[in-house]
Each structure stands twice: as structure tokens, then as C-alpha cells.
């Protein structure tokens, strides 16, 4: 039985994708993260809503000390007003390299989500409490990783 021009193409491109998406896997097996691999100062953006309230967007410096305490500073705009904040609290990374942390500071609390890429220089994060809609990108500030 002979196969059609569109099903060889079809198998070929199922090869190709398998194949690409092959090493990454059993490389990214090979790694895995601890609470050191977040250390040094990150710059993160946070854009969102907060339910019932109004949109949100803020730019901070994140700083992880490597042993599971974290700072988080910089400015926030809820609703269009703009503030000035400090939190601290904790994170913890679990071994595939996603995390969570809880931080509180001027009455606020915020728990959130994360998963660490780009070999410890990027951050995704959500916001995980309810009413929010938040998501943050953070970035090395310098580049640098510690382990």
C-alpha cells in the first residue's frame, strides 16, 4: 500500500517534532533546582487586576538570599493609585525547578507560583490568592547565577 504525499509529510514532521522535543526533555530531566538556585536580585513587572477593585501593574526588585528568604521592593499602581511598598517573607523551590513564596509587609499578604527558566535568570510568577489576576516576568538584574 502506498502512503500519499500528505501522510509522508505528515510522518515526517511528527519525526522531526519528536525529535526536537526529545533532547530538551532528557536534558531538562538532568537538572534540577534548590532554594540556591535563587540568589542575587531580580527586577520582575507585575501586570493584572484585582477583582472588584481595578487593574494593577508595578515594577520591583525581588532578592532571594539562597537559603529561602526573599524581599520584594519597588512601586505598584491599584486602581491608579501609586505606591511604595516593602515585603518580606519566604520561598521555597522544589527539585523541577518550580516554587512558591509568601511575602507580607504593610498589611498585605501575597502568596504566589513560579517557575524558574533560562537557568535561574527568569522567573514566571502568578499570584495565587483569591481575587487576584496578576502575573509577573522577572529577570537576573545582573546576570549572574549561584548555586
Known amino acids: 500500500m502506498k502512503l500519499s504525499i500528505t501522510a509522508k509529510a505528515m510522518t515526517i514532521i511528527a519525526v522531526f517534532v519528536l525529535a526536537l522535543t526529545a533532547t ?10 534548590t532554594d540556591a ?8 513587572q507585575d501586570t493584572g487586576t484585582i477583582v472588584g477593585v481595578g487593574p494593577f501593574a508595578g515594577v520591583n526588585v525581588d532578592s532571594f538570599d539562597g537559603k529561602g528568604k526573599i524581599t520584594i521592593s519597588g512601586w505598584s499602581s491599584l486602581n491608579g493609585s501609586v505606591s511604595y ?17 509568601t511575602v507580607t509587609g504593610g498589611g498585605t499578604t501575597v502568596d504566589a507560583f513560579f517557575v524558574i527558566s533560562d537557568d535561574g535568570n527568569e522567573l514566571r510568577i502568578v499570584i495565587t490568592d483569591p481575587g487576584t489576576v496578576i502575573n ?10 549561584h548555586d
Not at 538556585?37 to 520582575?44: E, N, P, R, V
Not at 509577573?136 to 546576570?143: D, L, W, Y
Open 24 to 33: 530538551p526533555a532528557a536534558n531538562a530531566a538532568d537538572k534540577s533546582c
Open 136 to 145: 509577573c516576568v522577572a529577570h537576573k538584574q545582573f546576570g549572574e547565577r
Open 85 to 101: 511598598g516593602v515585603l518580606t517573607g519566604s520561598y521555597k523551590v522544589n527539585a523541577d525547578c518550580t516554587g512558591t513564596y
Open 37 to 44: 538556585t535563587l540568589k542575587g536580585a531580580y527586577s520582575d
